[in-house]
Structure formats: C-alpha cells, structure tokens
C-alpha cells in the first residue's frame, strides 16, 4: 500500500472535525488525493451502527458497545480505508482505533487487551500512519461541544468518565511512537500549523501507507 492512513483524536470537542478540514484543504493544495472519513460512520452500514450507538434512549452493555464500533470499523476498513490506500490516497479519519481503547477501554473499563484483539480482526492488523491527538481539559472540551444541542450518549457521560478517557489517550500517548499530542487550547489557526508541522515531518520521512501490526 502506497497512501498515507492519519487519524484524529482526542476527548469530546477537542476540534477534531474543524481540524480534519484544515489539513484536508493543506494536503489538497498540495497535490494530494484525500479521502475524509470519521468512525464510527464512513459507510451506509456504518452509519446505520453509529445512529445505535449515540443515540441517547439506548441501553448497551460496555461489551455491545464495543463490538459495534468494531463492527462500523471493519465494515470501514475494507470498504474505504484499505481501497484508498491501494490507490495511494491520503486517509484523514475522525477518530480510530484508538477511541475505542481510550473510550471503551479507560473510559468503561474493559480490558484493554480484548480491546486489541477484537480490533485485530476488525482492522485486518491495519493501523494510522499517524495519529494527531488534540488534547485540552476536558470541561472546556464538554463546553465547546454543547452548541445548543443534546447530548449523544456517550458525551451525556459524566465528566470522571470523560477524565479517564483523556487520560487514557496520554497514556497510549506514552507508549506508542505513532500518536503526537497537540494543545487543543489554542486558537484553530495555531493548532492548525502545529498539526501541518506533524504531518509534514511524515510525509517528508515516509515510503508506504497504512501499518501493519
Ligand atoms: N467513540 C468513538 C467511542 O467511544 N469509541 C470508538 O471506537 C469511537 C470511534 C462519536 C463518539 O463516539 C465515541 C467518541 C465520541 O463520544 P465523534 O463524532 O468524534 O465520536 O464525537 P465528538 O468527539 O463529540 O466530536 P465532535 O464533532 O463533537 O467534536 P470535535 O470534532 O472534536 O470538535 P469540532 O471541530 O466539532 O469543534 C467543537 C466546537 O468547538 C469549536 C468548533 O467551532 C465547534 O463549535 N472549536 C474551537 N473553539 C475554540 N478553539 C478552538 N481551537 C476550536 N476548535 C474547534
């Protein structure tokens, strides 16, 4: 595989979607393919799981939870990320994997090597190049993201949830070289240059797309 395979992450209203953008239109100018995807979503029967899983009247288990953002994402793998990689476009995806390590994991307490290995199967061991962490507080994360309307479900949690998300995501932060953490405080523009910068060093140092574990 030739592409670039990037995600975007962080705790809610971290300014993943107004980033996603940004770097879409950078990579554009600079003569890139792109393909914008988010999870869970980017396919019909993704799409279909995600409207399950954020809506806030359902009751599921932290297992149920879990094996259908797996689910959305195995549908996604192969019918998007796999075949634009191939082609050897640039995929800029709202959230990963590694949401459901930070969410489903640290957040609701499942074991994070069960995590892995359900993601395994539904990534084909397929992971991000790259994955950009917008990190800021997580009450001005919940106050950005109210705009006026209802909580899904998972942002309806409570703020120590959300805590433990945000500090999941640092610790996987520690210990895997592929996620970079950018301030999300920050006014858009500068978090913008600082994600171009990220992005730069990796199309400057690269050869192929999408990692295998
Ligand atoms: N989830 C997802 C899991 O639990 N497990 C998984 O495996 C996966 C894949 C849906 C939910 O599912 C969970 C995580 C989520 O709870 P989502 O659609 O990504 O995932 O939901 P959110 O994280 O809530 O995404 P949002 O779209 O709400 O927030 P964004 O994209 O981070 O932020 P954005 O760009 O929409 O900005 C939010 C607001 O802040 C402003 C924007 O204008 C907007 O009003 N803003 C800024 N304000 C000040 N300074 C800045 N720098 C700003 N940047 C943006």
């Known amino acids: 595989m030739t592409g670039l395979y990037i995600a975007l992450e962080g705790p809610e209203g971290a300014g993943k979607t ?3 953008q940004r770097l879409s239109a950078r990579l554009r100018s600079a003569g890139l393919e792109v393909v914008e995807t988010r999870e869970p979503g980017g396919t019909a029967v993704g799409e279909a799981v995600r409207a399950l899983l954020l809506d806030p009247a359902r009751h599921l288990s932290p297992e ?3 094996l259908l953002f797996a689910a959305a994402r195995a549908q ?3 019918e998007v990320v796999q075949p634009a990689l191939e082609r050897g476009q640039v995929v800029l995806s709202d959230r990963s994997v590694y949401a459901s390590l930070a969410y489903q994991g640290f957040g609701r307490g499942l074991d994070l090597e069960v995590i892995r290995r359900v993601n395994e199967v539904a990534t084909a061991g397929l992971l991000p190049d790259l ?3 917008l ?3 997580v009450e001005e994360g919940l ?4 705009g006026g309307q209802a909580a899904d479900r998972i942002e309806g949690e409570g703020v120590e949830f959300h805590r433990r998300v945000r500090e999941g995501f640092l610790q996987l932060s520690r210990e895997d070289a592929r996620i970079r ?3 999300a405080t920050d006014d858009p523009e500068r978090v913008e240059a600082r994600i171009w910068e990220e992005v730069r060093r990796v199309l400057e140092g690269r050869g192929g797309g999408g990692t295998r574990t």
Do not use: H, I, K
């Not at 106050?143 to 109210?146: K, L, P, T």
């Open 18 to 20: 107004t980033q996603l």
């Open 64 to 66: 149920a939870e879990m």
């Open 76 to 78: 996604l793998v192969r």
């Open 131 to 133: 994955v950009l962490l």
């Open 135 to 137: 990190d800021l507080p």
């Open 143 to 146: 106050r950005r993201d109210v």
């Open 181 to 183: 953490v950018v301030p």
